[in-house]
């Protein structure tokens, strides 16, 4: 099985819909997706920035997205302790978060003050890996502890093509279920990782025994689609300017 986690394009954030840079990026991405065989299923975010980033590609294959609550962006505001911004729960220091062992921790983050400070993180972030692992057991992988394993219906006939699902939605969001697959922080992934607008992730399951099956990154942040259609790497989201080739 294969995910590929679709991040949108350039925001603006007031109006939850593309720039006239976002939809470039959109059209360009839809180039890119629409020469890609065996999609089994297109998801979506509910937020407007997402749906409209979908569109594109959707309408040049001729498919329809589900979209699910729970793939919203993840904005569950706090208080940053050391610039005072009331903004989402990222973007913190790192004279402050590196500081702090658990944040390295896939559980012991759950019990910092400052994700404790917002009652709504943590069932937020529950709701997120309860979802992913009820899409996933749609397609035949139930979460093991740490990794998943295969039923009947995620054994696919000699010859028949792996499930491919192409999931639409948020830098944070996307920190979030890279961190419930993964089995690490979400905190690392948040402040050390970069998604780009329209960037592309990948990943796929590793089945090498029988039953097993553990999702490994192919790719993450994959922006080719817009150097080789001359659309310059945004940096939204980004505190330095992104790498033009």
């Known amino acids: 099985m294969k995910i590929i986690f679709i991040r949108h394009g350039t925001p603006d954030y007031e109006l939850d819909a593309l720039t006239e840079k976002g939809v470039r990026e959109a059209k360009l ?3 890119r ?3 890609w065989e065996n999609i089994t299923q297109f998801y979506c975010s509910p937020l407007g920035r997402a749906r409209q980033t979908a569109s594109y590609s959707l309408e040049k294959t001729g498919r329809e997205a589900i979209t699910y609550d729970w793939m919203r962006e993840f904005t569950y505001f706090i208080d940053d302790p050391v610039t005072g911004r009331y903004g989402v729960p990222w973007d913190l220091m790192p004279s402050y978060w590196t500081k ?9 983050w759950q019990t910092t003050d400052i994700y404790l400070s917002n009652e709504a993180i943590l069932p937020a972030y529950r709701e997120i890996c309860e979802g992913l692992d009820k899409l996933l057991s749609s397609y035949g992988y139930e979460r093991h502890e740490n990794y998943y ?13 792996e499930d491919v699902i192409v999931i639409f939605c948020h830098l944070g ?8 697959l993964l089995g690490i922080s ?9 998604l780009a607008t329209t960037s592309v992730t990948v990943l796929g399951t590793e089945e090498r025994m029988a039953d097993d099956a553990i999702f490994r990154v192919q790719v993450m942040g994959d922006t080719s689609h817009l150097l080789l259609g001359g659309e310059p790497v945004s940096k939204a989201g980004y505190f330095t300017e992104p790498f033009q080739g």
């Open 29 to 31: 991405l839809a180039n």
């Open 33 to 35: 997706v629409a020469k």
């Open 100 to 108: 702090i062992p658990e944040m390295y921790d896939r559980n012991a």
């Open 149 to 161: 394993v295969t039923s009947s219906a995620g054994k696919k006939p000699e010859g028949e093509p």
């Open 173 to 180: 969001v996307t920190c979030m279920m890279l961190s419930h």
């Open 186 to 194: 979400p905190v690392p992934l948040l402040h050390n990782f970069f």
